[in-house]
């Protein structure tokens, strides 16, 4: 015997095979506590998933700053050349559930927590550098469309094509998410974007806006959907052997980070939004600046304590880093932290893996398993202003003020959206023939059963975008329509 097991009480137990019992056959007496307890904590093992991006993979590693970017933040991350930060990564599929196959056609998240000396910067991107959708009021109808059917129980590509083909917004990250980028072979093997604008801000006061991009050191590597199909059916978990197996066998993955960098006051002049989260920013307009590199180096102890347990979320920003009118950001800002509270608890903050390593003061109280008692650095000083010796605030930590202007009303980001020019620039002028090829087909598999009205409305919009790109996806609608004919 090494140690002894106990009760969560830390009573010695001394019998863990049979349940007490009145006779050997029972029935089971309801003094046996120790059974009680051990149903009744297995009754509380399973959290609340995700409301999305629930199947996830994580590792801990760390970023080091390989060029000077002081002259745009003051973010104590970005500080020297050769500065270490310890950080955790996560990634994940959107719609599937945590028990979800790993090789799904799926955008990936590439979630970020950094454990900075002046707080916890934590990047929520995902593995595309634009998004579905440019206003935050459709989130949640978008979602649904990715989920389960409310009578049916079955994901549904009508639903999904319906809201695309209604939101045009939606086909650029429709078009990448439909394109090989769509089926990373692992998570070591893709990029990660910050995609929305955020904002750096240095000591001098000036304020740029920023675009991050993680670029992976292993080479982006997809599969086809066939293929994914022949691996889902000998694993389901490809991505966690991946992840896990790698850094277990001390191949540690690495990125390198660059930022696009932009002048405040180009945000007037550029002729797309530059806050809108369904474009990109040109490579030719703002060059990437390389700044570091991030390897993960480390598995977690504890799945769940360490990666289930993790809470990301965009509103964790540090002095020097900044949001931006992005009214998607906006809203994230928001949504994160409600979530954490709702699937973890009050004091998510100070679960073990969301801890920061910087020290923590504030005055909140009490509240539910509320284990960290009083923060505010002085046993009188329970409210502010004091003058117990309570922790105060800092003013040279204060963000630039920045403009704003306009009438407060529901309104579309401009008069006239373009939806058409990136995602042509991505069919015409980035993808391969064969890749367009690829992306042809799995158009045309993601319409199996969606009704001939929505997918020439969706049709209509891709000829916008490309005519060459609208006659890819007929033809291959018709060689996928003539395969099925065939089969019957
Ligand atoms: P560039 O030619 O400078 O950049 C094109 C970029 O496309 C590449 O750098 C690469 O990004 C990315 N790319 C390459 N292959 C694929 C693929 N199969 N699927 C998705 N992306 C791919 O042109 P622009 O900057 O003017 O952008 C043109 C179009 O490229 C955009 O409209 C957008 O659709 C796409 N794109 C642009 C990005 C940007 O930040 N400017 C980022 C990613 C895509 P990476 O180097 O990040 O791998
Ligand atoms: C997870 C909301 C857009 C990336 C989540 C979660 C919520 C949420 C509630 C679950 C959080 C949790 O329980 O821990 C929203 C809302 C959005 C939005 C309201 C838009 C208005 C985006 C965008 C991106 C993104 C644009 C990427 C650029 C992620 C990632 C996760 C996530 C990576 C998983 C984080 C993790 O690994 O724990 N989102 N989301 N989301 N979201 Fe979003």
Not at 54 to 81: L, P, Q
Not at 157 to 173: I, K, R
Not at 192 to 219: A, L
Not at 429 to 446: F, H, K, W
Request: glycine share 8%; proline share 6%; charged share 20%.
């Amino acid at each position: 015997m090494t140690q002894r097991l106990t009760t969560t009480a830390g009573a010695p137990v001394a019998n863990n095979q049979n349940s007490e019992t009145a006779g050997p056959r029972g029935p089971v007496l309801m003094q046996d506590y120790h059974l009680m307890e051990k149903l009744a904590h297995q009754n509380r093992e399973r959290i609340p998933e995700r409301v999305v991006h629930a199947k996830g993979w994580g590792a801990f590693g760390t970023f080091t700053v390989t060029h000077d970017i002081t002259r745009f933040t003051r973010a104590a991350i970005f500080g020297a050349v050769g500065k270490q930060t310890d950080m955790l990564a996560r990634f994940s599929t959107v719609a599937g559930e945590a028990g979800a196959a790993d090789h799904e056609r799926d955008v990936r998240g590439f979630a970020l927590k950094f454990y900075t000396e002046e707080g916890n910067w934590d990047l929520v991107g995902n593995n595309t550098p634009v998004f579905f959708i440019r206003d935050p009021l459709k989130f949640p109808d978008f979602i649904h469309t990715q989920k389960r059917h409310p009578r049916s129980n079955l994901r549904s590509n009508t639903a999904a094509w319906d809201f695309w083909s209604l939101v045009p917004e939606s086909l650029h990250q429709v078009s990448i998410l439909m394109s090989d980028r769509g089926l990373p072979i692992s998570p070591m093997h893709m990029n990660g974007y910050g995609s929305h604008t955020y904002s750096f801000w240095n000591r001098d006061g000036e304020r740029f806006w920023v675009k991050f991009h993680f670029k992976t050191q292993q080479g982006v590597k997809t599969v086809t959907n066939d293929e994914a199909a022949t691996i889902v059916g000998q694993t389901r978990e490809g991505y966690q052997e991946a992840l896990f197996g790698g850094i277990e066998a001390g191949n540690f993955p690495r990125w390198t980070l660059f930022v696009q960098v932009m002048p405040e006051a180009d945000a007037d002049s550029t002729p797309y939004d530059p806050f809108d989260l369904t474009k990109v920013w040109p490579h030719s307009d703002y060059p990437l600046i390389e700044v570091g590199v991030m390897e993960l180096n480390r598995n977690a102890d504890n799945y769940f304590t360490q990666i289930e347990q993790a809470a990301f979320s965009p509103s964790n920003k540090v002095p020097g880093i900044g949001y931006s009118p992005d009214k998607m950001l906006q809203a994230r800002v928001f949504s994160y932290a409600d979530a954490h509270r709702y699937r973890l608890g009050t004091h998510y903050e100070a679960l073990p893996v969301n801890q920061p390593k910087c020290p923590v003061h504030h005055y909140h109280a009490a509240g539910n398993m509320n284990f960290i008692g009083l923060r505010s650095g002085a046993g009188d000083a329970y409210y502010e202003p004091n003058s117990m010796g309570g922790v105060g605030e800092d003013p040279t930590v204060a963000e630039p003020p920045l403009a704003l202007s306009g009438m407060a009303a529901r309104q579309p980001h401009q008069q006239q959206i373009d939806d058409y020019t990136q995602p042509r620039a991505l069919h015409d002028e980035v993808l391969s023939e064969a890749e367009r090829g690829r992306l042809y087909g799995n158009i045309a598999a993601s319409m199996d059963g969606v009704p001939a009205g929505i997918i020439d409305r969706a049709l209509m919009h891709f000829e916008r975008i490309s005519p060459a790109y609208a006659a890819g996806i007929r033809a291959a609608l018709l060689a996928r329509s003539g395969l099925v004919a065939a089969a019957e």
